[in-house]
C-alpha cells in the first residue's frame, strides 16, 4: 500500500488583508497562485496517482485548490480532516514568521502561545497517517509543507547543512533541505501495517 503526502507551495502573493488580525484565518484562506493551480492540474495527470482510492485534504484553500483536479479526474470525493491543517502559528507578538520558522527548525518543540510546534503537527498528522493504514487506503493527502515536515521528523535523521538550514535523511537519502520547492511530494510505502520507506518525488 502506498500514500502519497502532497504541499504545493505556490500560493498567491500581493493580497491585503485590511483591518483583520486573524493570522490563522488569512493563512486558511490563502488561495494557490495561477502557477500553483496549473501545477496541480499537472500532477493530476502523474500514473502513479491512477490508482488512488480516496483523496484527503487540509482545510485550506491551498490544499482543496490542489485536491479538487485528482479528485474531478478520478470522480473522487475530497475528504477533510483537520488534522492535516497547517501548523498554527499562535501568537506572534513582538516576532515574525521567518524568526519563528528558524526558532522551530532549531528546537523542534518551541512554540508561541496558542500556537503549535513541529513535534505537535507531526503527531497529529501520524495520528491520521495511522489511522489510513489500519483502513488499508491507497491515497493521497493534500496537506502543507510545515504539516508535513513535522512528520517526516518523527522517521528521519536530523542534520544542518554549512548555512546551518534543516535537513533531513531517511535511509541516506536527502528527503529535505528547507529549500524553496514549488511543490513537495513523498510516498510512504507501507508494508504489514508499517511505514517501510519514504521517498521524495
Known amino acids: 500500500m502506498k500514500i502519497y503526502l502532497v504541499s504545493n507551495n505556490l500560493l498567491l502573493d500581493g493580497i491585503n488583508y485590511e483591518n483583520n488580525s486573524n493570522l490563522e484565518m488569512i493563512r486558511m484562506l490563502r488561495p494557490l ?3 500553483g493551480e496549473r501545477l496541480a492540474n499537472k500532477i493530476s495527470e502523474s500514473k502513479e496517482f491512477q490508482n488512488i482510492e480516496k483523496i484527503y485534504s487540509s482545510f485550506h484553500s491551498s490544499a482543496i485548490s490542489s485536491a479538487k483536479y485528482l479528485s474531478e479526474k478520478l470522480e473522487l470525493d475530497i475528504n ?14 513582538s516576532k515574525n514568521m521567518k524568526m ?8 523542534f518543540t518551541y512554540k508561541l502561545p496558542m500556537g503549535e510546534s513541529l513535534v505537535d503537527v507531526g503527531s497529529r498528522l501520524n495520528n491520521f497517517i495511522q489511522n489510513i493504514i489500519s483502513n488499508n487506503e491507497e491515497c493521497i493527502v493534500y496537506s502543507h509543507k510545515r504539516t508535513i515536515l513535522g512528520f517526516l ?4 535523521n536530523v542534520g544542518y547543512n554549512l ?7 531517511y ?3 536527502l528527503i529535505y533541505d528547507d529549500s524553496d520547492t514549488d511543490i513537495d511530494i513523498y510516498e510512504l510505502e507501507v508494508i504489514d501495517n508499517e511505514i517501510k520507506s519514504i521517498n521524495k518525488f
Open 100 to 107: 519563528v520558522k528558524g526558532l522551530q527548525d532549531h528546537e
Open 163 to 169: 548555512d546551518d538550514n534543516l535537513i533531513l535523511e
Open 80 to 93: 477533510m480532516d483537520e488534522r492535516l491543517n497547517d501548523c498554527k502559528v499562535g501568537s506572534l507578538g
Open 153 to 156: 521528523l518523527k522517521y528521519s
Open 33 to 35: 497562485s495561477s502557477k
Open 171 to 173: 535511509n541516506g537519502k
